[in-house]
């Protein structure tokens, strides 16, 4: 078993027991402050104003930065679901889109939900999606980590094929972007919402998408926020931002102040850091219940008393119908592992598949 590390990550007030970050992240100290003080200004009515938009700008150039990238090249929106339907209402009529089995929704939906004009989703098994791409395909959506076992797709291979079968790459990084260490910048659009790995506040979501496909994307959901120089609050014309601010919305004040917060601790402490922490715990647990080792922070164990087992020990983790999902992140230490184990000591669990 590797050796133990047991103090708590000093952003984070040292929480035990908290194995839920797939579900949400928890905040760091400084980002429970910003929304405690948000709450304040704006009761009093003392809301710094240029500080509440400047947020957004920060918290952007953060996770631009978090991602390798540039803020210039980053949308911001309040959920995945809404990121992702600017893309699929923009796509032409009758487009083919491939997605796996099982994605969720909030990537599947908008696409979906365009049915009427004869654009197509076409589901295949998560391990036949390399193979299904081909000339027949436009779009391929898919998420990074899946939110039901936390498997990582194949990244590379899946940029390499859509782009030779010229098929754009839209992928869901909610369950990865923040602990992942991956070129983000292969797809064309990379969308997440905030509130998981990120540690933020819900109302919190990104878009890194190419120049080519910013061409592309019908600004439907733009307002003020996304006006050139952000001066335009009222008439016409549509002047809009030259990049990605143009597909903005206009932010929800109190999570994005939260936001600025969260993220400069996450990049103070750097992905690669971060990655190699959380599979660490992740590992140590998956050791002790004699799992292989995987690339992954979300750990499955599978056993009809799994779930109420963790509950007694006042472990949170998501139940499953037949067993639990644990994830791992920064305020997580050994003693959160060795508790779930101690929980599980005694179960007859199932073997992973
Ligand atoms: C893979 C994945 N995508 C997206 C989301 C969230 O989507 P939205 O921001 O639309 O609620 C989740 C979890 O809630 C998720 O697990």
Same mark, same amino acid.
């Given at each position: 078993?590797?050796?133990?590390?047991?103090?708590?990550?000093?952003?984070?007030?040292?929480?035990?027991?908290?194995?839920?970050?797939?579900?949400?992240?928890? =905040?760091?100290?400084?980002?429970?402050?910003?929304? !405690?003080?948000?709450?304040? $200004?704006?009761?009093?009515?003392?809301?710094?104003?240029?500080?509440?938009?400047?947020?957004?700008?920060?918290?952007?150039?953060?996770?631009?930065?978090?991602?390798?990238?540039?803020?210039?090249?980053?949308?911001?929106?309040?959920?995945?679901?809404?990121?992702?339907?600017?893309?699929?209402?923009?796509?032409?009529?009758?487009?083919?889109?491939?997605?796996?089995?099982?994605?969720? /929704?909030?990537?599947?939906?908008?696409?979906?939900?365009?049915?009427?004009?004869?654009?197509?989703?076409?589901?295949?098994?998560?391990?036949?999606?390399?193979?299904?791409?081909?000339?027949?395909?436009?779009?391929?959506?898919?998420?990074?980590?899946?939110?039901?076992?936390?498997?990582?797709?194949?990244?590379?291979?899946?940029?390499?094929?859509?782009?030779? /079968?010229?098929? !754009?790459?839209?992928?869901?990084?909610?369950?990865?972007?923040?602990?992942?260490?991956?070129?983000?910048?292969?797809?064309?659009?990379?969308?997440?919402?905030?509130?998981?790995?990120?540690?933020?506040?819900?109302?919190?979501?990104?878009?890194?998408?190419?120049?080519?496909?910013?061409?592309?994307?019908?600004?439907?959901?733009?307002?003020?926020?996304?006006?050139?120089?952000? $001066?335009?609050?009222?008439?016409? =014309?549509?002047?809009?931002?030259?990049?990605? !601010?143009?597909?903005?919305?206009?932010?929800?004040?109190?999570?994005?102040?939260?936001? !600025?917060?969260?993220?400069?601790?996450?990049?103070?402490?750097?992905? =690669?850091?971060?990655?190699?922490?959380?599979?660490?715990?992740?590992?140590?647990?998956?050791?002790?219940?004699?799992? =292989?080792?995987?690339?992954?922070?979300?750990?499955?164990?599978?056993?009809?008393?799994?779930? /109420?087992?963790?509950?007694?020990?006042?472990?949170?983790?998501?139940?499953?119908?037949?067993?639990?999902?644990?994830?791992?992140?920064?305020?997580?230490?050994?003693?959160?592992?060795?508790?779930?184990?101690? /929980?599980?000591?005694?179960?007859?669990?199932?073997?992973?598949?």
């Amino acid at each position: 078993m590797p050796s133990t590390q047991r103090t708590d990550h000093e952003g984070w007030p040292g929480i035990r027991g908290y194995l839920d970050t797939a579900a949400y992240g928890l =905040p760091p100290t400084a980002a429970t402050h910003a929304m !405690r003080g948000w709450v304040d $200004q704006w009761a009093e009515g003392s809301a710094p104003f240029a500080d509440w938009l400047s947020a957004t700008d920060q918290a952007r150039g953060l996770f631009a930065s978090l991602i390798g990238g540039d803020g210039g090249e980053v949308a911001t929106g309040t959920s995945v679901s809404q990121l992702t339907g600017l893309i699929a209402g923009s796509l032409p009529d009758g487009s083919r889109v491939l997605a796996p089995e099982g994605e969720f /929704a909030s990537l599947l939906f908008p696409f979906l939900a365009q049915a009427d004009r004869r654009i197509t989703v076409r589901e295949v098994p998560r391990d036949r999606l390399l193979d299904a791409i081909g000339s027949d395909t436009d779009v391929v959506a898919c998420s990074a980590v899946s939110s039901s076992d936390g498997q990582v797709a194949p990244l590379r291979e899946l940029a390499d094929v859509a782009r030779a /079968a010229g098929a !754009r790459t839209v992928v869901d990084a909610a369950q990865a972007c923040g602990w992942l260490d991956a070129d983000w910048w292969r797809f064309d659009a990379v969308i997440t919402s905030a509130f998981k790995w990120l540690s933020c506040p819900r109302g919190v979501a990104f878009m890194a998408l190419s120049q080519e496909l910013l061409n592309d994307v019908r600004p439907t959901a733009a307002g003020w926020f996304a006006s050139d120089e952000r $001066q335009q609050y009222s008439g016409g =014309p549509l002047r809009l931002a030259g990049d990605a !601010r143009r597909l903005d919305i206009s932010p929800v004040w109190s999570s994005w102040t939260a936001a !600025r917060e969260s993220l400069n601790v996450l990049l103070t402490v750097g992905v =690669p850091a971060i990655e190699h922490h959380d599979l660490r715990l992740a590992n140590r647990l998956r050791a002790g219940l004699g799992h =292989p080792t995987q690339r992954s922070p979300i750990v499955i164990v599978d056993g009809e008393e799994v779930a /109420a087992a963790l509950h007694r020990a006042a472990i949170v983790c998501s139940p499953r119908p037949a067993g639990a999902r644990l994830s791992f992140h920064l305020y997580n230490n050994e003693d959160d592992v060795d508790r779930a184990l101690d /929980a599980l000591a005694d179960l007859e669990l199932r073997e992973q598949s």
